[in-house]
Structure formats: structure tokens, C-alpha cells
């Protein structure tokens, strides 16, 4: 990951200009955040985690959109790995109001974002669904806005299963999101 340092705070005019590179841009703080495209296991599990989450909000008003996809919170502008917006939100460039629910998997190279700079922005937007999936245990971590906070509601690594049931009811078990005989139970 790379961090562009300037004297001044960037924005998102500034964002917009750049060529497009095959990076992830992303601007937190002022400053453009460019990370490399991320690993197979993480990308194994985006994918799989996209098509049970778009399949768990077929015949509803709700849309599930995987990275790259601008997500702007006030100054800045994320990219989640995956997010979950009503449809009406979504824009053909952007999503410029706070998404039901953003999911970062985590790489070698965001795993301390995705923990402590990115999470509290989602919690400042207002985001009331955060997960994290960590594909070297494997793991998901489930987060709920409490009180302007992050709480830990549910936990399962390796084999064990967990029921989520908002923003959409869904079972998810972390080790099979990477074999290849399938996501679900």
C-alpha cells in the first residue's frame, strides 16, 4: 500500500484527476491511499461472498456492489471490498450517502487500515453493518453500529458457522467461502 503525502489536503476533484493505473484509489484524510490488486484467497473469497450476498437480496430494493466502487463519506472516498446499498443510493459513478453494510477481507497490505482508520470512518458515516474477513485464518467478524460504536455481534472461523440476520439473513461458514466444493452449508 502506498500513501501519498502532500503539503496540502487532496480531494475528491483532485481523485478524479488521476489516470487510471489498474490501482485501488482511495482518499482518507486528504491523502490518496493506493493499494496493489489483492491476492487469489482474497478474491476467491469477495466473489463468493458477493453471490451469497446478492442472492440473499434477490426481490428487494437493495444492491450488493464489490470493489472497485467509490463510496464517499464526507472528505473521504472508500472502496470497500464489498458494500450492500439500497438501489435507489447508488449512482453509475458513486455511492455518495453511507451503504447498509461494508465488508473489507483482509490483505498483508490494508489489514491495519481495514481495522483502525477505515473502520472508524465507517462508524463516523453512520454505517450500521461492518465485517471483516480475515482469509488466512479463515474468519468473519461481524460488526454492529452501537452508540456511534462498533460492537462485536457474532464470530466464527475455520469450520464453525454463524446466522447474521441483518442488513439480510444469511449463514456463512469462512472456510468453505475457499474450497471449491462451495460457500454454503
Known amino acids: 500500500m502506498s500513501v501519498m503525502v502532500t503539503t496540502h489536503l487532496l480531494t475528491r476533484a483532485d481523485l478524479d484527476a488521476l489516470p487510471d493505473d489498474g490501482l485501488r484509489h482511495e482518499l482518507i484524510d486528504g491523502h490518496f491511499v493506493m493499494t496493489p490488486a489483492p ?109 456511534g460504536t462498533y460492537a462485536e455481534t457474532a464470530h466464527a472461523s475455520g469450520d464453525q458457522t454463524l446466522t447474521v440476520e441483518q442488513p439480510v439473513t444469511l449463514r456463512l461458514n469462512p472456510a468453505k467461502l475457499l474450497r471449491r466444493s462451495g460457500p454454503g452449508d
Open 39 to 147: 491476492g487469489s484467497n482474497h478474491q476467491t473469497i469477495s466473489m463468493r461472498l458477493a453471490t451469497l450476498l446478492d442472492q440473499a437480496v434477490l426481490g428487494t430494493a437493495l444492491q450488493v456492489l464489490p470493489a472497485p466502487f467509490d463510496v464517499v463519506l464526507g472528505p473521504h472516498v472508500v472502496e470497500p471490498d464489498l458494500l450492500m446499498a439500497r438501489e435507489v443510493d447508488v449512482t453509475p459513478d458513486d455511492l455518495p450517502v453511507p451503504p447498509l453494510l461494508v465488508i473489507e477481507i483482509l490483505s498483508p497490505s490494508t489489514a491495519y487500515l481495514d481495522r483502525g482508520r477505515k473502520r472508524d470512518i465507517y462508524a463516523e458515516a453512520g454505517i450500521p453493518h461492518y465485517w471483516i474477513v480475515d482469509p488466512n485464518v479463515p474468519a468473519i467478524t461481524v460488526y454492529e453500529l452501537i452508540d
